[in-house]
């Protein structure tokens, strides 16, 4: 009975020491990653919008995600319109953790081809949005051309992608 006992208190004893969890480290790319609540107007050369959302392709907001490469390299990350409402982009785009910025010339978009898009002026803006409750939140704008945009330099000049990170509480629903 003795060895029994012994046997059920090492049995557990270990099964506890085996629960202790490894932390869990994040991507490469974490700190510009995310799920972003955002709207597409259209500006000219100088900047100056010329069709908000509502006259250009009437989609009103988007989701928008930022993301790690399988490779999760620092220095490159995945920009994608969700659902296609914009333009059905996905792009590998190159950024700067530091500054916050990122941007591609004549980048590949995987979402369909043959089609290339310039994503410029890419920033992510800390604390400089707000939700639609009031809170402070991440802010994502930069500004997109792509290669097979037929209203490009016609209409507008390029398309400027804007918005904030999605929060997920209710209230900002």
């Known amino acids: 009975m003795k060895k029994l006992v012994y046997a059920i208190v090492a049995l557990a004893t270990l099964t506890l020491a085996s629960c202790e969890k490894d932390p869990i480290g994040g991507t490469a790319t974490e700190k510009m990653a995310g799920q972003w609540y955002v709207e597409c107007?259209?500006?000219d050369g100088d900047g100056t919008v010329l069709y908000e959302d509502a006259d250009?392709?009437?989609?009103?907001?988007?989701w928008l995600l930022t993301f790690n490469t399988a490779?999760?390299?620092k220095d490159t990350l995945f920009i994608q319109d969700v659902d296609g409402a914009c333009w059905d982009f996905k792009l590998k785009v190159a950024c700067d953790q530091a500054a916050?910025?990122?941007?591609i010339i004549a980048g590949e978009n995987?979402?369909?081809?043959?089609c290339n898009a310039d994503v410029t002026n890419g920033k992510i803006l800390r604390g400089a949005g707000k939700t639609p409750s009031g809170a402070p939140a991440d802010s994502i704008v930069f500004?997109?051309?792509f290669d097979d945009d037929s209203n490009a330099g016609v209409y507008y000049d390029r398309?400027?992608?804007t918005g904030i990170r999605y929060t997920g509480l209710v209230n900002d629903d």
Do not use: V
């Not at 250009?56 to 988007?62: R, S």
């Not at 995987?110 to 043959?114: E, G, N």
């Open 41 to 43: 107007i259209a500006i």
């Open 56 to 62: 250009l392709f009437g989609i009103g907001k988007f």
């Open 71 to 73: 490779a999760n390299n």
């Open 100 to 103: 916050d910025t990122f941007g």
């Open 110 to 114: 995987l979402q369909y081809a043959p």
């Open 143 to 145: 500004d997109i051309l």
């Open 159 to 161: 398309l400027r992608i």
